[in-house]
């Protein structure tokens, strides 16, 4: 099994920026797509950013620009740096990876979300 462990949110100012970082640990082959979802209150979860082991990125319209994801593959690790949030970034952000197991299986891990908070 694999275990994401999520840390970096917390409450920021609008305009202001954090830098979320998620880990992967455990037994596995390897880690195929590393992301971001979140999921606001009363709102379905929503993709935020994907990033390719060969780092081929994608992201959401409403992030692009401000947000960057990227992955340190040797660490089993995707950050989201997050520039000039907005009030309608706040919600919690779940990290996940694509993940083959060391018998061929494959499925997605899911970290426990952190909280991102924008308000003055």
């Known amino acids: 099994q694999v275990h994401l462990v999520e840390s970096g949110g917390g409450l920021v100012q609008p305009g202001g920026s954090l830098k979320l970082s998620c880990a992967a640990s455990?037994?596995?082959?390897?880690?195929?797509?590393m992301g971001w979802f979140r999921q606001a209150p009363e709102k379905q979860r929503e993709l935020v950013a994907t990033v390719t082991s060969g780092g081929n990125t994608n992201y959401a319209d409403s992030v692009k620009g401000r947000f960057t994801i990227s992955r340190d593959s040797a660490k089993n690790t995707v950050f989201l740096q997050m520039d000039s949030l907005g009030p309608e970034d706040t919600a919690v952000y779940y990290c996940y990876a694509g993940v083959t197991l060391l018998g061929g299986a494959t499925y997605t891990a899911w970290g426990q979300g952190t909280q991102v908070t924008v308000s003055s």
């Open positions: 455990g037994s596995f082959w390897s880690i195929n797509d």
